[in-house]
Antibody, heavy 118, light 110 residues
Framework: EVQLVETGGGLVQPGRSLKLSCVAS????????MSWTRQAPGKGLEWVAS????????YYPDSVKGRFTISRDNAQNTLYLQMNSLRSEDTATYYC???????????WGQGASVTVSS | DIVLTQSPALAVSLGQRATISCRAS??????????MHWYQQKPGEQPKLLIY???NLASGIPVRFSGSGSGTDFTLTINPVQADDIATYYC?????????FGSGTKLEIK
């Protein structure tokens, strides 16, 4: 069974940093692209970052480019999201997702809640 | 960025057909694939993939769910609707970066 378990969420002040982790199991981690997608309270879904299976390339939307960094440790089956210079608008539940073919997100974690507030 | 437009809500009766639409601001199809995907999100849960590449049923998804469309116009159909289908449905395109989602259609029971 595919499992994605996010940790590291919490309350953080504006301008500070936070790092999320996602431990994967039930599949061959290094065969898949991975992504983070977030959902602000009561709002829709927003793609945040993607990384290739080797970790050699990463992709971001303009809203987080330069502030967020996605990375992975294939030996530990773990995906990361380093979030710097956090803003109130980054408040959301952050989902770790597995990338299927053609950019689809075919498995989702339960989410990690991040609140940016003073 | 490719903008995906969905109606906010749809009310249907149990046992009837629900048709949820998603319109893209530009084509999300290539010569080989229609790069539109559909997800279901129940309250308090993470999203779940229903349909990929416009018309392919994801693993474990009941056959009452189906998808169609190409270019800029796509449809998710649920037939017949069951009480367990109450959820918000999102479309997502992967034709180009940034990956984008529609704003979601909330399915309600009449």
């Amino acid at each position: 069974e595919v499992q994605l378990v996010e940790t590291g969420g919490g309350l953080v002040q504006p301008g500070r940093s936070l790092k999320l982790s996602c431990v994967a199991s039930g599949f061959t981690f290094n065969n898949y692209w991975m992504s983070w997608t977030r959902q602000a309270p009561g709002k829709g879904l927003e793609w945040v970052a993607s990384i290739t299976n080797s970790g050699g390339s990463t992709y971001y939307p303009d809203s987080v480019k330069g502030r967020f960094t996605i990375s992975r440790d294939n030996a530990q089956n773990t995906l990361y999201l380093q979030m710097n210079s956090l803003r109130s608008e980054d408040t959301a539940t952050y989902y770790c997702t597995r990338g299927g073919t053609h950019g689809v997100m075919d498995a989702w974690g339960q989410g990690a809640s991040v609140t940016v507030s003073s | 960025d490719i903008v995906l437009t969905q109606s906010p809500a749809l009310a249907v009766s149990l046992g009837q057909r629900a048709t949820i639409s998603c319109r893209a601001s530009q084509s999300v199809s290539t010569s080989s694939y229609n790069l539109m995907h559909w997800y279901q999100q129940k309250p308090g849960e993470q999203p779940k993939l229903l349909i990929y590449d416009a018309s392919n049923l994801a693993s474990g998804i009941p056959v009452r769910f189906s998808g169609s469309g190409s270019g800029t116009d796509f449809t998710l159909t649920i037939n017949p609707v069951q009480a367990d289908d109450i959820a918000t449905y999102y479309c997502q395109q992967s034709r180009e970066l940034p990956l984008t989602f529609g704003s979601g259609t909330k399915l309600e029971i009449k």
